[in-house]
Every structure is written in C-alpha cells, then in structure tokens.
C-alpha cells in the first residue's frame, strides 16, 4: 500500500513504514483470527447479552408453561414497556447509547484515529445523560488525546448529534471521556431558581431530594476571635438540629391538602416527581438514577441557608446543576446590556440575603436593580459617590479591625466558628461599577472609588470580606487590570467582541475556542463561568422574578430580624 508523504503521522495508522521520494510504503500486521472474533464478541458484547438473555428467558417459560401462554405473557411484557413512558425512555435511551457507542467507533476508524498498528481506541463503557450520551475512551499506545480532539465535528455529524465534546481525565490522559450532545438544556426559556423554594410562610428549608446539594457547613478547626479554643459553634450546633423529613405535603389547584412521600425534583429541570406509592417510587428511583447525576441527600438540610453553602447559579450544557461556594472568593459579573447580569447577580444576592450568617452591602448605581433587596441589606448606597467611598471607608476600617484580632490570636482568616461573637462574613455586592469610577464625581473621587475597591478584593477573603461587583465592560478605565485580575471567579455574559469576552474571562481564552461572543443574542442569561473546574463552561442562570425577589427579601428580612432578636 502506498500513501503521499505529506500526510501528518496521525494519518498513517501503520506499524512499518520506509520513505521514497514522494512516497511512503507500509507494512499492516497480520491479526490472529481468534482475536479477530473475539474483539467483535466484545463489540456487540450490549447484543450479545441482550439476545442471550430473550433466548434464555423464552426457554425458561417455555418450560414452566404452554406455548400459547408464554407467547401472550411475551406480549404483555412488550405492551408494558412501550405503554410506560419511564420504561420506554429507559431501553430506548440505553439503545440509544449502544448505538452511539458503535458510530463513535466507525467514526474514528473511517478518519483513520488509529495508532501505528491499526488498533483503534477500546470503548469502554456508554451511558445515557441528561442531554444525549457518553462514551469512555482507552486509548492504546500512540494515540494521543489531541487526535480524538481535532474529530469533534466528525464525531457529531456521524452520530446524528448537534455537538461533540472530548474531555481527557485528570489523573490518566489516557482515559478520555467524549460527549454526544443531541439537546440543549439551555435552550428554554427559564430556569427555576432553588432560592424559589425557601417560602416566606414558613421559614424552614425546602423537602429533600428537590435536586439542591445540601452539605454540612465546614467544621471550622480554627479559635474564635478574642475567645479560647471552642470545639463547636453553637449557631452551627443549633442549624444542623433539623431532622429530614420522610414526606412532603402541598395545596392542589382546589386548595385540597395532600400528603405523601417525598418528591424529587430533577436537577436543572425544575420538574417535580411524586411518588404515592411505594412500588412506583422504587421504580421511579431506579429511573431517575439512570437518568440524572446522582445528587447528594445525606446531609440533613439547614433550616437556613448559609454563606457557607454553595450558591445555585443555574444549570450547564449537560443539564447538571451549577454551584459555586463564594466564601473566600470574589466574583465578576460583565456582558453587554440585556445578557442577563441582572438575573445571575440576583441568585447571588439572593442566596446572602437569606443566609443570616454574613452580613450584606449593596452599591447600587441604577437605584433599582439592587433596591429590590435593600430591606435586608445592613447598608444600600444608591447613585451617591461620596456615600460609597463613605460605606467602602467604614469596609476597610472593619477589614483592619479583624486582621488586628486575627494577628492577635495568631491565626490567618476567619471560620464559621466566629459567627457566635459576632464575627461574620460581609457579601459586599456592587452593580454598575462604572457609574462609580468612571461617570460621576471628580477624579480624585473616582480614583478614591477604585482604590477602596481594590483593598478590599484584594486583602478581605481572609477576613471575610467578599465583593461581588458587575459591570457591562470591565476595560481598564472602568476596573483597573490590577483589579481585575484579583477576581477569583469570573461570569462573561454575551459579549460583542472576543477582546471583550477576553477581558472578563482573562487573555487567550477567546483562542482556545472560550468566547462569550458567540453566545447568541437571544440567549439571555447564558454565559460563560470560570470557577473552580480552572476552565470556562456554559451555563444558563437561574431566573427569579420581581414578586419573587421581593417576596424573598421580606422573607430574609423577617429571618434577619428573628436571628437579630
């Protein structure tokens, strides 16, 4: 066989090679037949199975019982899968990965992803997920992940899907996991937020398995401020004496009250699924495992929130839930007008609002975007420069006053233990940074402005001090670079440019294919968010309206003033 010599060495999947002039002649090995059929047994290992098991199951009735009846009770097992929609989803999603898995493989071969021995990857395993498949790769000796990579258009048109992703494992490169996306998760019109249903009639948490991951608030191992050694904070002693409740009540449409087991709400979905008996819930349990990431119910739920706590902001591409933990972190929210800034910064005022251990500030230059949430704020400063270099002077006299304690008892940042003397995170939460340091007042105002902003960013996550701030273009006459680059967290909404999106999300990104410039216009509230993963992923936030934001803000002003009692 003979091949040009300008192919790139990933596309001669041979293991001998000699080069001419123009020309390179290989040399396949030969593959033993047995191996031949045993990696096509394995292959079809899901058919094999699946036509060993009808076999095995025909003999067994025919055996226990005339033909006639096995035929008919054959046909009754059919009817119930077609006829039940959660069944039916089940195999039909399972053949579905099956499927997937066998063109991924065609895929690779036919553009020749193979190493020098003509072996191609070994599919490990496929499953159903929330927004279409994914396969696990192996991939043997002279493959590298960078060629599965560079095949992501390919893979999605050979298995009928509207997107591709491969992502190569942390800990083994050699293990890559590849995403067949066939939906689009952020494609509806809304997601419901958690923070919805923390009701202001009762004040207590949400019924487990609503799809929001509750975890115990960190045992701090630090001393309280001024104290001597405490082995647990009685405010966290007394939040975490809530037991979980095995049943759920509700008010049908005719105000009949109702009871029952608990439901589950599937995560990002907002869909409740009740259970009323005890053979349905086992099944719809089983399902929902197959179906959904599995979420975490362990923990008893807190009868508030807590800062502490992870902070729903929405759902990603793979239609999973999206939190972030803002304690000891600072964020930054930027896109064009109209993307959505206003609605994921309200998930996070939200969350602060009704978590009574922190206390909340709100620089507001509109007057009316943040105002909906100025009940429970321990201070609100409107479109007034002077006020807000007033609010950030008496933030960083608090900031020293805590380091001075810290340095006093020999310790390096606060803990939830502190909370008890008084000794509480401050969310400071700024919308339209740029009315402040670059529209109003003088520019000594305005650099005095910026200057407190840059302390607290950069010297509060120690002490507590956590600024949220949100602008429509973070450039260096609005926030300074020096600025910007302290923000550990960064939410790029829809932006015009890739030099925009740049500036939000940090330089380069835009080159590695992360730019918030091509997220549709009418895709509000989507975005790009770098946390924790060390990589930008697209989410969409959640959505609270008005009457919701002020409900919840009567509710957390209520829960402040009870605590405060």
């Not at 192919?7 to 001419?20: N, V």
């Not at 002039?21 to 090995?29: C, H, Q």
Request: aromatic content about 6%; overall charge positive; glycine content about 8%.
């Amino acid at each position: 066989m003979a091949r040009s010599a300008s192919f790139s060495a990933r596309s001669r999947p041979f293991l001998r090679a000699s080069r001419t002039d123009g020309f390179e002649i290989i040399t396949a090995p030969t593959t033993h037949p047995a191996a031949r059929v045993a990696g096509l047994a394995i292959r079809l290992r899901a058919e094999i199975m699946a036509g060993l098991a009808v076999v095995a199951g025909w003999l067994l009735l025919t055996t226990w019982m005339p033909w006639g009846a096995a035929l008919a009770l054959v046909a009754v097992v059919i009817a119930v899968l077609a006829a039940v929609p959660a069944l039916r989803r089940c195999v039909s999603r399972r053949a579905m990965a099956t499927m997937t898995r066998h063109r991924l493989r065609q895929v690779l071969v036919e553009r020749r992803c193979l190493n020098f021995s003509r072996a191609a990857p070994l599919f490990l395993w496929s499953h159903p997920t929330e927004v279409g498949e994914t396969v696990w790769l192996l991939l043997r000796a002279g493959i590298s992940p960078s060629e599965v990579e560079g095949e992501v258009e390919w893979i999605a048109s050979g298995c009928f899907a509207r997107d591709a992703r491969v992502t190569p494992t942390r800990r083994m490169t050699a293990l890559v996991k590849v995403d067949v996306i066939r939906r689009d998760p952020l494609a509806c019109e809304l997601i419901a937020s958690e923070l919805d249903d923390w009701t202001a009639t009762t004040g207590e948490a949400p019924p487990r398995g609503t799809g929001s991951f509750r975890r115990r608030r960190p045992t701090g191992t630090g001393r309280a401020l001024g104290t001597e050694p405490v082995r647990r904070s009685p405010l966290r002693a007394r939040r975490s004496t809530s037991t979980t409740t095995s049943r759920w009540s509700s008010t049908t449409p005719s105000g009949r009250r109702r009871t029952g087991p608990r439901c589950r709400t599937v995560a990002g979905t907002g869909r409740t699924m009740s259970e009323p008996t005890r053979l349905r819930a086992l099944l719809r349990d089983w399902v929902t495992a197959v179906r959904t990431p599995a979420v975490c119910n362990e923990a008893p739920a807190p009868s508030v929130l807590s800062i502490w706590d992870p902070i729903h902001l929405g759902v990603d591409e793979y239609g999973r839930a999206v939190r972030v933990t803002l304690a000891y972190r600072n964020a930054l929210l930027a896109g064009e007008p109209g993307a959505g800034k206003s609605v994921g910064l309200n998930c996070i005022v939200g969350h602060a609002a009704l978590a009574t251990d922190c206390g909340l500030w709100l620089f507001d230059g509109k007057l009316v975007e943040l105002g909906l949430w100025r009940t429970c704020a321990e201070r609100f400063v409107g479109p007034d420069l002077d006020d807000a270099i007033d609010a950030l002077g008496a933030l960083q006299g608090e900031m020293d006053r805590r380091y001075e304690l810290l340095d006093t008892e020999r310790r390096r940042k606060i803990t939830p233990d502190d909370a008890v003397h008084g000794i509480e995170p401050v969310v400071v939460v700024l919308d339209e940074v740029a009315y402040y340091s670059a529209t109003v007042g003088t520019k000594t105002q305005r650099e005095a402005f910026s200057v407190g902003v840059r302390d607290l960013v950069a010297r509060g996550r120690a002490a507590g001090i956590i600024v949220v701030a949100a602008t429509q273009r973070p450039s260096s006459d609005i926030i300074p670079t020096s600025l910007r680059d302290l923000f550990g967290y960064r939410w790029a909404f829809r932006c015009t440019t890739d030099s925009s999106s740049d500036i939000v999300l940090g330089a380069g990104w835009a080159t590695r294919g992360h730019t918030a410039a091509d997220i549709a216009p009418e895709d509000k509230g989507v975005g790009l968010l770098l946390a924790e993963g060390g990589e930008p992923r697209r989410i969409k936030s959640a959505y609270l309206s008005d009457e919701q934001v002020y409900a919840l803000a009567d509710h957390a002003t209520g829960l402040r003033a009870r605590d405060a009692a």
